[in-house]
């Protein structure tokens, strides 16, 4: 079946600790997007990536980086230097170009807290 | 400032009844709108696009358009506790990769 996996699912991390939160997707989708969900707020948009080795920054890049170095991966790192990273992380998918980089596919998520 | 404005409810309704959620976006450029539902603890799911003014049907849900007043619904017939949810609103500004979301109305159907 196609889809999106992310993991790990939930995540511990210690203060100054960098982490890596895996996104693979199988539905030959040229776009990927990384979201952040804190609680009562809406999805933010961290990176996102419309081919190959490219990518840009969304509205809360600070304290994140991102590859993109083959199609199905879009790998995000959560570094020491974002100050509040305790959230809900989601990974999605689009056909690029036209409207329909606006029906995103989601992956399940990865919940991050610091401890 | 909020680009993509949502009521965040809880919005009761009755199992049977109708449900009616509403979204108003700032950017009048905006070109294509999108309806997801998330489950509590659950990745959102699209549920319904709409890119022309007027009515969309999709089975039980009907997403309106209104470019004119910068305005976007979803109506939810026949409420099911299924139906329990929180609704997202997302509008794309014609920038690409930028979707806006809101921070998106709770929905509890009561049976």
């Known amino acids: 079946d196609g889809g999106i996996t992310q993991s790990p699912k939930y995540l511990f991390r210690k203060e100054g600790q960098n982490v890596t939160l895996s996104c693979e997707q199988n539905?030959?989708?040229?776009?990927m997007y990384w979201y952040r969900q804190d609680p009562g707020q809406g999805l933010r948009l961290i990176y996102y990536?419309?081919?190959?080795?490219?990518?840009q920054k969304g509205d809360i890049a600070e304290g994140y980086s991102v590859s993109r170095e083959k199609k199905e991966s879009f790998p995000l790192t959560v570094t020491s230097a974002q100050k509040n990273p305790t959230a809900f992380y989601l990974c999605?998918?689009?056909?690029?170009?036209?409207?329909?980089?606006?029906?995103?596919?989601f992956g399940e998520g990865s919940r991050l807290t610091v401890l | 400032q909020k680009e993509v404005e949502q009521n965040s409810g809880p919005l009761s309704v009755p199992e049977g009844a109708i449900a009616s959620l509403n979204c108003t976006y700032s950017d009048r450029g905006s070109q294509s709108f999108f309806w997801y539902r998330q489950y509590s603890g659950k990745s959102p799911e699209l549920i319904m696009s709409?890119?022309?003014?007027g009515d969309k049907e999709d089975g039980r849900f009907t997403a309106q358009l209104n470019k004119a007043s910068q305005y976007v619904s979803l109506l939810i017939r026949d409420s099911q506790p299924s139906d329990s949810a929180t609704y997202l609103c997302?509008?794309?500004?014609?920038?690409?990769?930028?979707?806006?979301f809101g921070a998106g109305t709770q929905v509890v159907v009561t049976p």
């Open positions: 539905l030959n989708h040229d776009a």
């Open positions: 709409i890119y022309s003014n």
């Open positions: 990536s419309q081919i190959v080795n490219d990518f």
């Open positions: 999605a998918s689009s056909m690029a170009g036209g409207a329909g980089t606006g029906e995103l596919f």
């Open positions: 997302a509008v794309n500004g014609g920038s690409w990769g930028k979707l806006q």
